[in-house]
């Protein structure tokens, strides 16, 4: 099986290809065999058939002959002369009386080798019907008779005629046949296999085209195949429809969500504000009222950055989010990026620097966003005690920033999954911090729209590492 799978590795039994292949080799091939059959019948018909009919009509003739002559002459004299008739022919005849004893024989035995005549005058039973039998690599085809005359059985009439040449030649026909019809079948295998292949082509393009298109690309996906049969050409056409009507509701979609998350924005930063003036001015508020104020600020707060997240993705989506593109270096942002996380957190955060510095062309403010993200992951997701660290290498011409932690780690089977929209890992824990699962995609939108790219490795337990690889500017001291 193994082997088979080696030969063939990408035969999917279950493809139309391969369905469609064995379908019509299969008919072509029962086509093939039906011909080859009936012709081997009627060659068998045309070279054999003849001598037996022949074979049977001297069986039924002879007793008559003998019948006529007894009436002439004496019965022996009538048997000289009627087995006398065959002396120049192929066919072989004999008389066994009643004690089995061949009584006369045909006088053309000459032509067989004394072994096939020995072998043949042994036989003391034959069918009625002729029948076909191989003695000594040599066909005949064998009748025998009971032979009464006047109404007397006197013993048994054999009649055997040589058919080896048609017999050779039969077979010979019958062999030329099935190795042509097996040639013919391979060959019409081949050539379906081939066509198949060149006519599904269209259809394997359309999947390839189709299977590119990305949310992104939904306005400007058109799919169009030169040479394509009608059908194919059809689908293509109905498959242009559907991604306009896609790329319709992606965008109103899309625009929605831009709508609402700045209608919600503007009110909910004003509430935030008061609420904030608010908790500042508090004189006379009883425990229970702040408490209230502050969960309602700090909700308002997470929604306000909800709303700011969606914003930046509809944005990017659209291609409106702005980059201030210039030459940062990483090693002061890093930097200043610690600082400002460890503000808001009493966690200890290791900076591990490369001594000279690395410069890349960025929007500073963005990836001051993108490390926070990362950092405030790291610190959602790992255990007060345990440390976080910040790595900046330099590798050939790429800058590389590692934000490591000790934390609870991500399942393997979640890896690939955690940079999109709204996916989070945990639902349980990951809201009881406070998280929405967006603010790994803004930063990976974010880095992939500065050139770079973002990847994680993560061992459950153990903690994860999330790196960023940007091209690093050439410049670099
Ligand atoms: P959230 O707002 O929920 O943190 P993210 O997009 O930042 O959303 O992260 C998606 C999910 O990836 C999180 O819900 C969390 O389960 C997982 N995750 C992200 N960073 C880490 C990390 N450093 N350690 C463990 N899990 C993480």
């Given amino acids: 099986m193994n082997q088979i799978r080696k030969i063939w590795p990408k035969i999917d039994l279950f493809s139309l290809r391969v369905r469609l292949t064995i379908g019509i080799a299969a008919v072509s091939a029962l086509g093939l065999s039906s011909f080859a059959i009936w012709t081997s019948w009627k060659m068998q018909q045309m070279l054999i058939d003849g001598h037996k009919d022949k074979t049977a009509q001297i069986a039924n003739r002879l007793p008559r002959d003998l019948q006529l002559y007894s009436q002439v002459m004496s019965p022996e004299a009538g048997l000289e002369k009627a087995i006398g008739d065959f002396k120049n022919t192929n066919t072989f005849v004999w008389i066994r009386n009643s004690e089995n004893k061949i009584v006369i024989k045909s006088t053309n035995w000459n032509q ?21 039998g191989k003695i000594n690599h040599r066909y005949f085809v064998l009748c025998g008779r009971y032979l009464q005359i006047q109404g007397k059985t006197i013993g048994k009439l054999f009649v055997v005629q040589d058919v080896t040449y048609e017999q050779m030649m039969f077979l010979a026909m019958v062999q030329s046949l099935a190795i042509g019809s097996i040639l ?17 082509q269209p259809l394997l393009q359309l999947s390839q085209m189709t299977e590119v298109i990305s949310a992104a690309d939904l ?26 009507r896609l790329s319709q509701s992606w965008e109103q979609e899309r625009q929605f969500v831009s709508n609402v998350s700045h209608e919600l924005r503007t009110p909910l930063t004003i509430v935030h504000g008061y609420l904030q003036s608010v908790l500042r001015r508090q004189n006379n508020l009883t425990p229970t009222q702040q408490e209230a104020l502050e969960t309602a600020a700090s909700e308002a707060e997470r929604t306000i950055r909800l709303l700011q ?19 940062c270096v990483l090693n002061d942002l890093i930097v200043e990026v610690v600082s400002m996380a460890q ?22 403010s963005r990836l001051q ?33 590692q934000v490591c932690d000790h934390g609870y780690g991500i399942p393997l089977q979640h890896q690939s999954r955690i940079f999109e929209r709204f996916y989070r890992v945990d639902e349980a824990r990951t809201t009881s911090k406070g998280g929405c699962g967006l603010g790994l995609s803004i930063v990976k939108t974010i880095v992939e729209s500065m050139g770079g790219g973002v990847t994680v490795r993560s061992k459950l ?6 790196t960023i690889n940007l091209p690093a500017s050439l410049n670099c001291s």
């Fill in 112 to 132: 067989l080798s004394d072994s096939i005549e020995t072998e043949l005058m042994s036989l003391t039973e034959m069918s009625n019907k002729p029948e076909i």
């Fill in 184 to 200: 013919t079948i391979i060959v019409i295998s081949v050539a379906i296999a081939f066509y198949i292949k060149r006519a599904l």
């Fill in 219 to 244: 306005p400007e996906a058109k799919i169009y195949i030169e040479k394509a049969p009608t059908e194919v050409k059809e689908l293509a056409q109905t498959f242009n429809m559907m991604l306009s």
């Fill in 309 to 327: 997240d969606l914003l930046d993705l509809a944005r990017a989506d659209s291609g409106y989010l702005q980059f201030t593109m210039k030459t």
């Fill in 343 to 364: 503000k808001y957190s009493d966690r200890i955060i290791m900076i591990d620097l490369i001594a000279k510095s690395v410069e890349v062309r960025a929007d500073y």
């Fill in 369 to 401: 966003q993108v490390l926070l993200n990362l950092i405030d992951n790291a610190v959602k997701y790992s255990d007060a005690d345990t440390a976080i660290t910040i790595k900046l290498i330099q590798q050939n011409e790429e800058a590389i920033i």
């Fill in 461 to 466: 337990g153990e903690g994860s590492t999330f």
